[in-house]
């Protein structure tokens, strides 16, 4: 009997002790002591047991604690979203030095880091996402071809149009002294231009009682714009906790596979229905070429696209000269192998999503802010005016529009779409002027806090166009010109490869409107704050921007 005794007295001991070990294990994971104790040369917020900095990162993104961490920490520092540590680099030269030495990138948790590899492959098999450098460096090289001179310059008679039929729909507003959602607005214009140079075919995304001219445009739109609001790490209940507790990544895949919540079946809608939209064009081009149907031999000689309801009812192949078009018949540098369906749908897919989003979120702030300052808005309208009230835009007009450029590139400094360039060392540790950053570690370089710095622009928070007129006295006193002070679209192999499309198509859409209207602000949004920007995947106002168009007179 005593043997028994002490038997279970020694089991209850053992227990005990099993039990302490473990909450001290679980108590001491949640500190993250080795990634901290790897970090500890670098300065940072302590955050919270087990979820880190996350409740201060999760509820508006990351641009406003990334400034406040900025003035509190100096150059660099650290934080732990969740148990996922995170290096941010306040410091333009050094920003700009990562960017250039380091192409892998992070994957973030969203819904598609939880989905099975088939529904997950447009995400990870597009250029934003591998990290892949041979496949990186391949597909960035069958895009180029897309942004080139001649490329452009067809590229924007679509633009033009996608610009007057936006004009059309803001002139129905003037008329009426209504406000508008003008982001809302300028998102169904870059759907509308960037669908034709992707997909080959009109969406005509801004026509019809809805903004849309069919039923598969609608679908197109509200898929682009879920795939946006759902990749973030509050976009599904089981995304948050594998940030907290990576070793449930299994587990809540599996629960996400077979309980999918809201979050979770509607981001996988959205992909499916870009997916099997893109799919049905390649398919349909390489039976035609199959069959030997030549296609006009460019995209200007092609005509207008066909719109997408006349593209269900007929052969409707992609341009040749149209994003798609070049994809499918792209050839992998090193092995000479075609560009397999699956890659070309995944960069289109890539395309349509770059292009839709950040163009109008750009857009929309460049209107916000002139809308603010009539006194830019007027030197604009003169530049404009010197151009020709009724000229179409091409790459001629714009170069010689120096002031649209600038306002254009002053509101992308206080305003970045791509608010964070992020990197993350794969193999092996990482060292910048003299910091090590162990390899799996999350590094940042924070766009919207240096374009905001005053290390690199005086009086920083002022919209000042002039600072970027060469010559001007505001150039001399407000622009330091410190490399990677500006990197509005990233720097190094990863930087926006479509960038000079994104911008083309920026500039014509402003002109053209200010060749018709100006614009005032709808009352209370004068202030920065009634924005509410969201900084999550890109930079963007919670609820949009509303202003009132205003139709110039006649002269």
């Known amino acids: 009997?005593?043997?028994?005794?002490?038997?279970?007295?020694?089991?209850?001991?053992?227990?005990?002790?099993?039990?302490?070990?473990?909450?001290?294990?679980?108590?001491?994971?949640?500190?993250?002591?080795?990634?901290?104790?790897?970090?500890?040369?670098?300065?940072?917020?302590?955050?919270?047991?087990?979820?880190?900095?996350?409740?201060?990162?999760?509820?508006?993104?990351?641009?406003?604690?990334?400034?406040?961490?900025?003035?509190?920490?100096?150059?660099?520092?650290?934080?732990?979203?969740?148990?996922?540590?995170?290096?941010?680099?306040?410091?333009?030269?050094?920003?700009?030095?990562?960017?250039?030495?380091?192409?892998?990138?992070?994957?973030?948790?969203?819904?598609?880091?939880?989905?099975?590899?088939?529904?997950?492959?447009?995400?990870?098999?597009?250029?934003?996402?591998?990290?892949?450098?041979?496949?990186?460096?391949?597909?960035?090289?069958?895009?180029?071809?897309?942004?080139?001179?001649?490329?452009?310059?067809?590229?924007?008679?679509?633009?033009?149009?996608?610009?007057?039929?936006?004009?059309?729909?803001?002139?129905?507003?003037?008329?009426?002294?209504?406000?508008?959602?003008?982001?809302?607005?300028?998102?169904?214009?870059?759907?509308?231009?960037?669908?034709?140079?992707?997909?080959?075919?009109?969406?005509?995304?801004?026509?019809?009682?809805?903004?849309?001219?069919?039923?598969?445009?609608?679908?197109?739109?509200?898929?682009?714009?879920?795939?946006?609001?759902?990749?973030?790490?509050?976009?599904?209940?089981?995304?948050?906790?594998?940030?907290?507790?990576?070793?449930?990544?299994?587990?809540?895949?599996?629960?996400?596979?077979?309980?999918?919540?809201?979050?979770?079946?509607?981001?996988?809608?959205?992909?499916?229905?870009?997916?099997?939209?893109?799919?049905?064009?390649?398919?349909?081009?390489?039976?035609?070429?199959?069959?030997?149907?030549?296609?006009?031999?460019?995209?200007?000689?092609?005509?207008?696209?066909?719109?997408?309801?006349?593209?269900r009812k007929k052969a409707r192949g992609v341009q040749p000269g149209s994003f798609l078009n070049l994809m499918i018949n792209s050839k992998h540098e090193s092995s000479g192998s075609t560009v397999s369906d699956d890659e070309a749908t995944a960069q289109a897919f890539t395309f349509l999503l770059a292009g839709y989003e950040t163009t109008a979120s750009a857009l929309a702030f460049t209107i916000y802010t002139l809308a603010k300052h009539p006194d830019k808005t007027e030197k604009l309208v003169k530049e404009v005016d010197s151009i020709g009230r009724q000229a179409s835009i091409g790459p001629a007009e714009l170069a010689e529009m120096p002031y649209l450029d600038a306002c254009l590139k002053e509101s992308m400094r206080l305003y970045p779409p791509g608010h964070i360039t992020p990197r993350e060392p794969l193999t092996e540790d990482f060292t910048v002027k003299g910091y090590t950053i162990p390899k799996g570690t999350w590094i940042h370089m924070p766009i919207f806090t240096l374009q905001r710095s005053e290390e690199y622009y005086g009086r920083p928070l002022e919209y000042i166009p002039e600072r970027w007129i060469e010559g001007t006295p505001e150039e001399a006193a407000l622009n330091k010109k410190v490399p990677g002070s500006w990197m509005a679209f990233g720097e190094g192999t990863r930087s926006c490869v479509g960038q000079r499309f994104a911008l083309q198509e920026a500039k014509i859409t402003l002109a053209r409107l200010f060749q018709r209207f100006t614009f005032k602000l709808s009352p209370g949004q004068e202030d920065e704050a009634r924005l509410h920007l969201q900084s999550f995947f890109t930079l963007g106002p919670k609820e949009g921007i509303f202003v009132v168009p205003v139709l110039r007179t006649e002269e």
Do not use: C
């Open 1 to 311: 009997m005593h043997d028994l005794i002490d038997a279970a007295g020694s089991w209850t001991s053992a227990s005990f002790a099993l039990l302490a070990l473990f909450i001290l294990t679980v108590f001491l994971y949640g500190w993250h002591p080795v990634a901290w104790w790897k970090l500890r040369g670098i300065p940072g917020p302590r955050g919270r047991w087990l979820v880190g900095s996350l409740p201060e990162i999760v509820p508006s993104g990351p641009h406003e604690v990334y400034t406040k961490w900025g003035q509190q920490y100096g150059q660099i520092f650290k934080y732990f979203a969740g148990a996922q540590p995170v290096v941010v680099v306040n410091d333009a030269e050094m920003a700009r030095l990562v960017s250039l030495r380091l192409s892998t990138r992070p994957q973030p948790r969203s819904p598609a880091s939880l989905m099975p590899p088939k529904e997950a492959a447009l995400q990870r098999l597009g250029l934003f996402s591998t990290n892949d450098k041979e496949y990186h460096r391949s597909m960035k090289h069958a895009w180029l071809p897309v942004f080139n001179s001649a490329s452009l310059e067809i590229s924007s008679k679509e633009m033009n149009i996608g610009a007057e039929r936006l004009a059309i729909t803001l002139a129905k507003f003037a008329k009426e002294g209504k406000e508008v959602n003008i982001w809302r607005q300028f998102g169904y214009m870059t759907m509308d231009v960037v669908g034709t140079a992707a997909f080959g075919v009109e969406l005509r995304t801004q026509e019809g009682e809805k903004g849309m001219n069919s039923e598969e445009a609608e679908r197109l739109v509200w898929a682009a714009q879920t795939i946006f609001a759902t990749n973030s790490v509050r976009a599904s209940i089981y995304t948050a906790p594998g940030a907290v507790l990576p070793v449930l990544d299994p587990l809540l895949k599996l629960l996400a596979r077979y309980f999918p919540d809201t979050g979770m079946t509607t981001a996988i809608k959205a992909r499916h229905i870009l997916r099997d939209t893109v799919r049905e064009l390649v398919k349909e081009t390489r039976q035609r070429e199959a069959a030997g149907v030549s296609p006009a031999a460019s995209a200007a000689a092609a005509g207008p696209a066909p719109s997408a309801a006349e593209a």
